[in-house]
């Protein structure tokens, strides 16, 4: 079919370049809302319980490992960074960098899993894994009055927290996988300043996970911490 | 009125156009274009209709008799949740938007496909994926919990597959995801130029509304399922009392998405009646403003409702009078498309080919299951007719006298559309009557019974119920054969059904200005609109009358 030279990413089925990449901007945006949608279910229930069961809530997240989730915040936001710059390099042109900053999004992803792997570990020595190891001792200290709290409660905590920080690494993973490959395909060269929406709406996904992260993170890890 | 030039001297269906454009199965199973992904949806979703009547058959066989003498109580259980399962996520959900939309949206618009053709294409193979799990699961044992799986029963004492029929309902869920982000993005980025907003057929509207609801609800019963098998899988307890978790949050969790759910069935379907209606008076929709913002108003509103169907399971009577409130409201924007085709038909000129049957079909039924909803709406009625076969009628009449009339009814209008094939008139007329007393005669009675107190999902009852529960039966197996008969004469219209030009019916619509069937890329020439939906005062009047089909 003879056509007019046109960048070799354009679909035929849309007019131009422009009408494709605000397709699809919008469709990675509106996939975006439906994540949000997703993850909203558990904040709902994390809500419900929270308010119902606030002493157990507390101590549950007292006993998280709060520099390993802190460490994991910064180094999700530095990824964020990356993302950024990455994009910026595609837009620039600029082949080697943009791979450079995508491989290292990958990186800092991985040592996000790690983390997590480390703090994993440390719950299940703690006997703080739902189901019939736990075992949940501690109490809540509210300012230095330590309140007992009902273990049963304290294990539907650890529950939430397995299901969200779970869910959320699953979501962690993807897009490690996502961003290698971007990272393959950049390699070979098919992003140019004229083309470069699939780095731009992985980023997007990139900074909706990282968000996410940031509202578990205090939610979950810093329950009624004081200095 | 600017028209692309079809050429005439050419049958319709000799001339290259979708479906004998490569005849491998590779090109059908590997296409991108939206009319085949339809085509693949039409017979997959069809295949399902009749796997979710099936088990429909098995129930109204062992309600015959009062006694449960067909089948074991257990295996009744399995029985009533797969037809619940089968015809709400694999048919209902699914049917107007991936078959009439997926093949209409692009025609409708202008455009040459869908935003994203390949994720079209994954959500036929999300569907299809989903339905082999969910035979698979229907050929290994079944599930018991009814399609609602209501924690603890599925969370802890069934002992039947929850894990792997959630796994097929979150996959076809994803399906139904990746088709609501197509259209959204597909018309508010691919309309032809000079389609405005408020030019566009509501077909449209309806699916764009729709859209909206799947966007946005289907995640949250993706999530709630995932939650039921985790907690059943790994002993996380989310919904367990022991842990201090809430069974109700379940129900909230669940009902959240299902009650839109129903808004994502019945809103496309809407959408066809809103076509039918103005071919078939030839008229413009009165208060076209007006329809198309309820549909908004329904997808809205549906989100605010959903504790209706918990107004005894235990939540405060304050939250009860709040949605009971709001589900008399959302009564509101359906009434005021029922009183605006009423409207258009008003001075209209009338003629009863099937598809306005079908469209009259749905105006008388689903004004009743949409009534009987106010019923169920009242705390006090509600109280005495929950978990009865009110309920099980009232859902029945706005989806099987709703939705499953305004999907036949569109089969039928754009059939030539999509074959090149006009169906045989007669028959269909003759199924359409079929269907239409043989559905009062199924359901009609299950209202009866639902009032003086037959619980729903019981595989006996007093034999007092008996006598209305053999009308029902009785009714069932009209309905049956009308639905049959399209099946085979459809089929036999693609042979040997008179072939069918452009526009048959003299319809106002894009869809109507390519070939029958239309070529691959839907149009010789990008149309450019100029003129307002439902043009049919500006149709000449040699064509004024709408023909027909013989």
């Known amino acids: 079919m003879e056509h007019e030279a046109h960048n070799p990413a354009l679909r035929h089925h849309f007019a131009d370049a422009q009408q494709q990449k605000n397709a699809a901007s919008l469709g990675m945006w509106l996939f975006i809302v439906t994540e949000i949608m997703f993850f909203g279910g558990m904040f709902c229930a994390y809500l419900v319980y929270r308010l119902a069961h606030f002493n157990a809530f507390a101590a549950g997240s007292q006993q998280l490992n709060i520099w390993m989730g802190a460490i994991n915040t910064s180094v999700l936001i530095v990824s964020s960074v990356t993302v950024v710059l990455a994009v910026k390099a595609a837009e620039a042109g600029k082949r080697k960098v943009l791979v450079g900053y995508l491989v290292v999004t990958v990186l800092l992803g991985m040592t996000f899993l790690v983390i997590k792997g480390f703090e994993y570990r440390e719950k299940f020595e703690k006997h703080h894994v739902p189901g019939p190891t736990f075992n949940f001792t501690d109490k809540f200290d509210d300012n230095g009055k330590q309140i007992p709290v009902n273990p049963k409660e304290a294990e539907l905590f650890f529950s939430l927290y397995f299901a969200m920080t779970g869910m959320h690494a699953l979501h962690m993973i993807i897009g490690c996988g996502l961003f290698s490959v971007l990272a393959v395909l950049a390699w070979k060269g098919h992003y140019t300043p004229g083309y470069f929406t699939p780095v731009e709406n992985a980023g997007l996904y990139w900074h909706l996970v990282d968000i996410i992260w940031i509202y578990l993170f205090p939610l979950l890890y810093l329950i009624s911490r004081h200095s | 009125m600017a028209s692309t030039v079809i050429p005439v001297n050419q049958a319709p269906s000799q001339k290259l156009n979708y479906l004998n454009n490569g005849h491998s199965l590779k090109s059908w199973l590997l296409t991108t274009d939206h009319k085949r992904i339809a085509i693949l949806y039409l017979i997959s979703v069809t295949a399902f209709f009749f796997l979710g009547g099936f088990f429909a058959m098995l129930i109204r066989l062992e309600l015959l008799t009062p006694q449960g003498d067909l089948m074991q109580a257990d295996t009744y259980n399995k029985v009533f949740t797969m037809h619940g399962l089968i015809m709400v996520f694999f048919f209902l959900i699914p049917v107007v938007p991936a078959v009439l939309g997926n093949f209409l949206v692009p025609l409708m618009i202008g455009a040459k496909d869908l935003a994203f053709p390949r994720i079209n294409l994954l959500s036929w193979y999300l569907y299809v994926t989903g339905g082999i799990l969910i035979t698979h699961v229907m050929l290994t044992g079944g599930v018991d919990t009814g399609w609602t799986f209501y924690s603890p029963f599925s969370t802890e004492y069934t002992n039947t597959k929850i894990v792997e029929a959630g796994l097929a309902a979150f996959i076809a869920g994803f399906s139904s995801i990746f088709t609501g982000l197509n259209f959204i993005v597909t018309i508010h980025r691919m309309r032809a130029p000079g389609l405005t907003w408020s030019r566009l057929p509501l077909f449209i509207w309806a699916n764009y509304a729709t859209s909206l609801i799947m966007i946005l609800g289907t995640p949250v019963i993706a999530i709630t399922i995932v939650l039921v098998a985790v907690e059943r899988l790994f002993h996380l307890g989310i919904f367990d009392p022991r842990l201090g978790g809430d069974p109700l949050l379940f129900q909230h969790l669940f009902w959240f998405y299902s009650h839109p759910a129903v808004y994502i069935m019945i809103l496309p379907s809407m959408g066809v009646i809103s076509e039918l209606i103005t071919c078939f008076s030839r008229k413009r929709i009165f208060g076209y403003k007006f329809i198309a913002l309820s549909s908004i108003a329904i997808a809205v509103l549906g989100f605010l409702v ?63 299951g949409g009534l009987t909803g106010l019923f169920l709406a009242t705390l006090g009625i509600d109280v005495h007719v929950t978990d009865t076969y009110f309920v099980v009628a009232h859902f029945h009449y706005v989806m099987v006298g709703g939705v499953l009339m305004g999907y036949l009814g569109g089969m039928h209008f754009w059939w030539p559309k999509m074959t090149g094939r006009m169906y045989p008139e007669a028959w269909a007329k003759l199924s359409a009557l079929l269907v239409f007393v043989g559905f009062n005669l199924t359901f009609f009675p299950q209202f009866i019974l639902g009032y003086v107190g037959m619980p729903r999902r019981y595989w006996q009852y007093p034999p007092e119920f008996q006598a209305l529960n053999v009308l029902s039966t009785a009714g069932a197996s009209i309905l049956a054969a009308g639905y049959l008969l399209p099946m085979i004469y459809f089929v036999w219209s693609l042979r040997y059904g008179k072939i069918a030009d452009a526009n048959p019916w003299h319809a106002a619509g894009l869809e109507w200005k390519t070939t029958s069937p239309p070529p691959t890329f839907n149009f010789d020439e990008t149309p450019v609109v100029t003129w307002e939906a439902y043009n049919y005062d500006e149709i000449p009047p040699w064509e004024r009358r709408a023909p027909v089909a013989r």
Not at chain 2, 329 to 348: H, M, Q
């Open chain 2, 306 to 368: 959903w504790a209706h169907h918990m107004f005894v399971a235990g939540i405060s009577l304050y939250a009860a009078m709040i949605f009971s409130f709001l589900t008399f409201f959302i009564g509101v924007p359906s009434a005021v498309k029922v009183f605006n085709w009423t409207a258009t038909l008003y001075k209209g000129s009338i003629s009863y080919a099937t598809p306005m049957l079908y469209a009259f079909g749905f105006i008388g039924l689903f004004t009743m």
